[in-house]
């Protein structure tokens, strides 16, 4: 970094943490925002059997895709899924039986409190840990959520939100900076460390008028994330 001509990263909250941490000079650092692929054409069948293969049915979970590891705040996750089952119940809001919180991806480090908290919680039959997904999975996976929800504590960027949006699944992020400059208004946003505010946008999600808003805005602003763009910028 001290040594560099110049530096691109990829985003503003990102620029700001080198800035503050190196004391590099901004006009020393650019902006190139992630992009992301064109989702694959997936066959409807090819669906249904990777859905099948994970015991789970469209419309009917929650989804987290990236790796498993503290900054991800996923025991958070799970304990806040677990009071929104028992508030769907009390609620009868969508049969509360067929609701499932799937997590998917690699384990990171620090993830056996992950685990530990699925059995705390009570909730084994209602987790589901896909570990590694290959690309047809992970798309097969966004597009037949009711929403992804990333309650990181910190990130640099957040391309799961991206991708997401972009097969116009909704996202619920946490209110961190990067998410409120990538997302921007076209997602539910919660206190990180608030679990009734995430069982609050869980339920809200479920309305059909709420999914179909955030997520026609969601596939306006995947939109400005291509790669082409991203090469314009370097």
Same mark, same amino acid.
């Given at each position: 970094?001290?040594?560099?001509?110049?530096?691109?990263?990829?985003?503003?909250?990102? +620029?700001?943490?080198?800035?503050?941490?190196?004391?590099? &000079?901004?006009?020393?650092?650019?902006?190139?925002?992630?992009?992301?692929?064109?989702?694959?054409?997936? &066959?409807?069948?090819?669906?249904?059997?990777?859905?099948?293969?994970?015991?789970?049915?469209?419309?009917?979970?929650?989804?987290?895709?990236?790796? !498993? +590891?503290?900054?991800?705040?996923?025991?958070? !996750?799970?304990?806040?899924?677990?009071?929104? !089952?028992?508030?769907?119940?009390?609620?009868?809001?969508?049969?509360?039986?067929?609701?499932?919180?799937?997590?998917?991806?690699?384990?990171?480090?620090?993830?056996?409190?992950?685990?530990?908290?699925? %059995?705390?919680?009570?909730?084994? #039959? %209602?987790?589901?840990?896909?570990?590694?997904?290959?690309?047809?999975?992970?798309?097969? !996976?966004?597009?037949?959520?009711?929403?992804?929800?990333?309650?990181?504590?910190?990130?640099?960027?957040?391309?799961?939100?991206?991708?997401? @949006?972009?097969?116009?699944?909704?996202?619920?992020?946490?209110?961190?900076?990067?998410?409120?400059?990538?997302?921007?208004?076209?997602?539910?946003?919660? #206190?990180?460390?608030?679990?009734?505010?995430?069982?609050?946008? @869980?339920?809200?999600?479920?309305?059909?008028?709420?999914?179909?808003?955030?997520?026609? @805005?969601?596939?306006?602003?995947? &939109?400005?994330?291509?790669?082409?763009?991203t090469a314009k910028s370097i």
């Amino acid at each position: 970094i001290k040594n560099s001509k110049h530096i691109c990263t990829v985003s503003q909250f990102s +620029k700001d943490e080198i800035i503050k941490t190196y004391s590099i &000079d901004p006009q020393k650092i650019s902006i190139a925002y992630n992009g992301v692929d064109t989702p694959p054409k997936i &066959d409807q069948k090819v669906q249904n059997d990777i859905l099948s293969s994970y015991d789970l049915i469209s419309n009917t979970y929650f989804l987290y895709l990236g790796t !498993l +590891k503290p900054n991800k705040n996923i025991p958070f !996750l799970i304990k806040s899924f677990a009071l929104f !089952l028992k508030k769907s119940k009390n609620l009868k809001l969508q049969s509360s039986n067929a609701l499932k919180l799937v997590i998917a991806g690699k384990k990171g480090w620090l993830f056996e409190e992950i685990f530990q908290t699925v %059995k705390k919680e009570g909730i084994e #039959d %209602k987790v589901i840990f896909t570990d590694f997904v290959d690309n047809d999975q992970k798309w097969t !996976l966004y597009q037949n959520a009711i929403a992804s929800v990333l309650p990181s504590t910190y990130e640099g960027f957040g391309i799961p939100a991206i991708e997401s @949006m972009k097969v116009g699944t909704p996202v619920i992020v946490s209110t961190i900076p990067p998410f409120k400059e990538v997302v921007d208004n076209c997602g539910l946003f919660i #206190d990180p460390n608030n679990e009734s505010d995430l069982v609050e946008k @869980m339920i809200e999600i479920l309305q059909p008028k709420v999914r179909q808003k955030y997520s026609l @805005m969601g596939k306006q602003q995947a &939109d400005k994330f291509t790669w082409e763009s991203t090469a314009k910028s370097i």
